[in-house]
Structures are given as C-alpha cells and as structure tokens.
C-alpha cells in the first residue's frame, strides 16, 4: 500500500475516514488541513475576480499550491 504524505506540511494523509481526507490538484497530494487553508487563502482573491473564469482560477490554484510546497507551509 502506498503511504500518502501531504506535500505541503509533510504529515501522513489518512484516506480511511469518509474516504476524505486527501486531495491531489495540480499532481500535487495534499491533506484535508492543507485543502481547506487554500480555500481560505484563496477566497479573497477570487472574490475580486469578476466575471469569474474557471482558467484563471485554475491558474491561481496552481500558482498557490506550487509556492505552498516550496514554502512546506501555506
Ligand atoms: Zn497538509
């Protein structure tokens, strides 16, 4: 069995619980904890995006996620 780590704050990713609890975007593997910091870093920012346009948020979230993991932390 493959042995998951989340690889922005490196901690061991659980998959049993409600099969949540992981998220891979971007080829990036993230935990729930790491997934729902990015939802709140990236709120604000999204909120000042009108019209909204799915590409450019795509293109944030990758942005984000990157700089995430070079950080090892949001
Ligand atoms: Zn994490």
């Known amino acids: 069995m493959k042995k998951l780590t989340c690889d922005i704050c490196h901690k061991d990713i659980t998959t049993e ?3 949540r609890g992981y998220f891979h ?3 990036i593997d993230i935990c729930e904890d790491c ?3 990015m ?3 990236l709120k604000p920012v ?3 995006k009108q019209p ?3 590409e450019w948020y795509e293109r944030l979230m990758r942005d984000s ?3 995430a993991v ?3 932390r949001w």
């Open 39 to 41: 939802e709140v870093e």
């Open 52 to 54: 909204f346009n799915y």
């Open 70 to 72: 070079s950080r090892g």
């Open 65 to 67: 996620l990157t700089k």
């Open 17 to 19: 619980v409600n099969g």
């Open 35 to 37: 997934h729902d910091r």
């Open 25 to 27: 975007m971007a080829n």
């Open 46 to 48: 999204v909120r000042t």
